[in-house]
């Protein structure tokens, strides 16, 4: 059981366009999820927190308008990467929680983009 | 929450016990300890977490010490699949999970 899908795998995409991220809680609801990044050899830095039905929480120094999220169901949350750049080329992971109260996170397999 | 310290690199042989450790000596009383495993390109994968008492289920034994100030995370028999970059993350609660620079643990033949 708490399975999250991630869809794209990878995605490639050329400069000032925009590329949407899917992420699913196959089994289980979540009203909280989770989007990381992560640079080549590197460790993951959490990008926001997205809540059903509400805004995200973005951490300091990710830009909300370029980074969109949207968490409409209990069972799926996406995020955009709008006018991509190269410097936006990286590992995006997202995960769900799997009971409100631990921090027992099931994360997707991850979207690899890389801007050309 | 608590700065967690951790070895940058282990090595282990397969079929052999793999001991990971980690420092926490500023944990505060509410938080727990926590541990993922990140194998390569791959996302991160939830193996246990405790708060004071030793845990284990079917992927590893946790044990942390009685102040609580350090912790080991033990992979029984340890499998060239167990390469990986193992998290030692204390949090409370409900917080926020961010992640450090981990240990990088290879199994070797």
């Known amino acids: 059981g708490a399975v999250v899908s991630q869809h794209p795998s990878w995605v490639i995409c050329k400069s000032g366009t925009s590329v949407k991220i899917e992420c699913r809680s196959l089994?289980?609801?979540?009203?909280?999820m989770f989007w990381y990044r992560q640079f080549p050899k590197q460790s993951l830095m959490l990008m926001a927190t997205s809540n059903e039905g509400s805004k995200a929480t973005y951490e300091q120094g990710v830009e909300k308008d370029k980074f969109l999220i949207n968490h409409a169901s209990l069972t799926l949350s996406t995020l955009t990467v709008t006018s991509a750049h190269p410097e936006d080329s990286s590992f995006y992971i997202c995960?769900?929680?799997?009971?409100?109260?631990?921090?027992?996170?099931?994360f997707g397999a991850g979207s690899r983009l890389t801007v050309l | 929450d608590a700065k967690t310290t951790q070895p940058t690199s282990m090595d282990c042989a397969e079929g052999r016990a793999a001991n990971l450790p980690c420092n926490h000596s500023?944990?505060?009383?509410?938080?727990?300890v926590y541990w993922y495993r990140q194998i390569h390109s791959q996302g991160p994968q939830y193996i246990i977490h405790g708060l004071k008492n030793n845990e284990t289920n079917e992927m590893a034994s946790l044990i942390i010490t009685e102040d609580r100030k350090s912790s080991t995370l033990i992979l029984p028999h340890a499998t060239l699949r167990d390469t990986a970059v193992y998290y030692c993350?204390?949090?409370?609660?409900?917080?926020?999970?961010?992640f450090g620079k981990g240990t990088l643990l290879t199994v070797n033949p």
């Open positions: 993350i204390v949090i409370g609660s409900n917080y926020k999970l961010t």
């Open positions: 500023t944990i505060s009383g509410n938080e727990y």
């Open positions: 995960s769900a929680r799997r009971t409100p109260e631990t921090n027992v996170l099931t």
């Open positions: 089994d289980f609801q979540a009203t909280t």
